[in-house]
């Protein structure tokens, strides 16, 4: 499928909103792709069963649930997110937990409104950021073809979902994530940050590696110092995406007793 557009917007956290860009260069490793090739397959379309909501476990950390932004920041100040009807709107800046957190298992749900243009990257764009490095890419994707890499449920820039399970706009979706921070030894990565994510009960990364933190046209790789642990934090690229029930779980250890 050749792609008339040669310009696409970027999805990572630091091009803020808006940025054009044409796709990078560097070739992903093991893969005939280029970061955000235009021409990487595109993954198949299923219909899920929609969002699968999950109550909040007896252990879990609730970061949302409809009432406040208690457990979130922007940059270290006021949280600029609103609430609106229960909902949580994505606006002004990235929203960043207050916690910081290593392995999780993470919940929320997340709907672009009706009535808002959407057209490859732009018009319903947003991310989680893991430990505030690993982007989960979130974008309206039903109907809405852009590079693979960069669709609903990508490891942004660096790895497609198995499959594109992305409710129409203007209905629900939602993520279960787990997340394990990459481990190193000696200032080097031994093993890399890994991931799986759940899209509408649909399996699109089944505890996938990150090539390192999320980066935007080029390919991601490790730094030499890496934190421990980090915020959870949802990107604001400009657009009103919305969000309800966000709770995560920090993964605890076996054969510990309390
Ligand atoms: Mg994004």
Known sequence: MK??????????????AAVY???G??????TPYKVHDLERPQPRIIESGGAVSIAPP?????????????????????????????????NKKNLDTKEKFGAIQLHFEWKLPNGIEVDGQKGG???????????VQI????????YPDGQAGALYGQLPPLVNA???????????????????EDGAVVTPAKVTVIHNGVVLQNGESYLGPTMHKKLASYPK?????????FQFHGDPMEYRNIWVRPLGERDKAE
Request: glycine share 10%.
């Open 3 to 16: 792609f008339q557009k040669k310009w696409i917007v970027c999805g990572a956290m630091l091009c803020g």
């Open 125 to 135: 764009n947003s991310g989680c950021f893991l430990m505030g490095l690993y982007e």
């Open 139 to 146: 974008l309206q994707s039903h109907n809405n073809k852009t």
């Open 225 to 233: 110092n890496h934190p421990e642990t980090g915020p959870i934090s």
């Open 166 to 184: 992305t409710s129409p706009q203007g209905e629900w979706n939602s993520y279960d994530i787990t997340f394990v921070p990459p481990v190193y």
């Open 21 to 23: 860009a044409e796709e």
């Open 58 to 90: 007896s252990d879990a950390v609730v970061l949302f649930d409809g009432s406040n932004l208690d457990a979130w920041t922007s940059g270290g100040k006021e949280p600029l997110w609103e609430i609106k009807d229960g909902l949580l709107i994505a």
């Open 25 to 30: 260069k560097d070739l992903i490793p093991g």
